[in-house]
């Protein structure tokens, strides 16, 4: 008695998606309260990614950025205060990274402050038949 055993042909085996690669990351944009940030991702794709900073009171802070994304604002900041962010990509179970930058805040303008409803100065001039005029000083609500 003699038996033969076929095998079935095996089936080619799935490569696991390639470890994505996070890029740079940069300040597209800043003001007195809030920053926007940039990456890129020059290979693969991340599931999510976690922003990392410390705010004005030394406290950490983390925001959790969307996979598809590729900027975000983060709002909430101090005028005229140096930030490090460290961006942290999420695959899987794995975090990459991090890739870090900073910025600084803008400072707060008189003008901004003065378009926030407070007393401002306004200039006039006084009617007088005379070239030179006189200028005089008053305040304005803005």
């Known amino acids: ?3 033969e055993a076929v095998t079935a042909p095996a089936q080619p085996e799935e490569e696991p998606p390639s ?3 996070l890029g740079e990351l940069r300040v597209s944009h800043v003001s007195p309260d809030s920053a926007q940030l940039e990456w890129s991702v020059p290979e693969g794709t991340f599931d999510s990614f976690t922003l990392q900073y410390k705010d ?3 406290q950490p802070q983390v925001l959790p950025v969307a996979g598809d994304l590729r ?13 490090k962010f460290n961006l942290y990509g999420v695959w899987g ?3 990459l990274g991090p890739v870090s930058t900073e910025a600084v805040t803008g400072e707060v303008s008189w003008a ?3 378009g926030r409803g407070a007393m401002g100065p306004s200039w006039a001039r006084a009617a007088s038949g005379q070239m ?5 000083f008053g305040t304005e609500l803005w």
Request: charged residues 25%.
């Open 1 to 3: 008695v003699s038996t």
């Open 19 to 21: 470890q994505p690669d």
């Open 56 to 58: 004005a009171q030394g």
């Open 71 to 83: 900027s975000v604002t983060v709002p909430g900041l101090s005028p005229s205060r140096r930030y």
């Open 93 to 95: 179970r794995k975090r």
């Open 112 to 114: 901004q402050e003065m």
């Open 132 to 136: 030179g005029g006189k200028g005089s």
